[in-house]
């Protein structure tokens, strides 16, 4: 015996559907992903600060200095000359202020200064 559905199509009559719908996501585990997604997340960004201060401590190199005491008449470019003799004492003059925390050009004899070591050639 054969049956006519609703379209007009011909079922048969001792057979069931088989299919199931689909079957829909309660919203408690929809929020349980999201909760697990979002711990991970949050996991792996604490991680990532932990990490973040040795990664930077040890790509900089610690600045590394001289000291030298400022004699009579010396001047900012004066020494600057003296250390690299031959090359424009600008750069060195403004590393020797930035290094020392000079808000003037103004030196006193006795005075000790920093002279970044990359920039001694010779005294």
């Known amino acids: 015996m054969t049956k006519r559905g609703l379209d007009g199509t011909a079922i048969e009559?001792?057979?069931?559907?088989?299919?199931?719908?689909?079957?829909?996501r309660?919203?408690?585990?929809?929020r349980r992903r999201a909760r697990s997604i979002l711990l991970?997340?949050?996991?792996?960004?604490?991680?990532?600060?932990?990490?973040?201060?040795?990664?930077?401590?040890y790509s900089m190199s610690e600045p590394s200095y001289?000291?030298?005491?400022v004699r009579p008449g010396d001047t900012l470019w004066s020494i600057a000359r003296r250390i690299q003799p031959g090359m424009d004492p600008r750069?060195?003059?403004?590393?020797?202020?930035?290094?020392?925390e000079?808000?003037?050009?103004?030196?006193?004899?006795?005075?000790?200064?920093?002279?970044?070591?990359?920039?001694v050639c010779s005294r």
């Open 91 to 100: 750069k060195t003059v403004y590393e020797i202020k930035k290094l020392n």
């Open 13 to 24: 009559a001792g057979r069931r559907c088989t299919g199931t719908a689909p079957r829909r």
């Open 102 to 119: 000079l808000q003037s050009v103004n030196l006193r004899p006795g005075q000790t200064l920093m002279i970044p070591s990359q920039a």
């Open 40 to 57: 991970v997340l949050l996991a792996a960004f604490i991680i990532g600060l932990s990490a973040a201060p040795r990664i930077v401590s």
């Open 66 to 69: 001289e000291t030298m005491v």
């Open 26 to 30: 309660s919203g408690q585990s929809r």
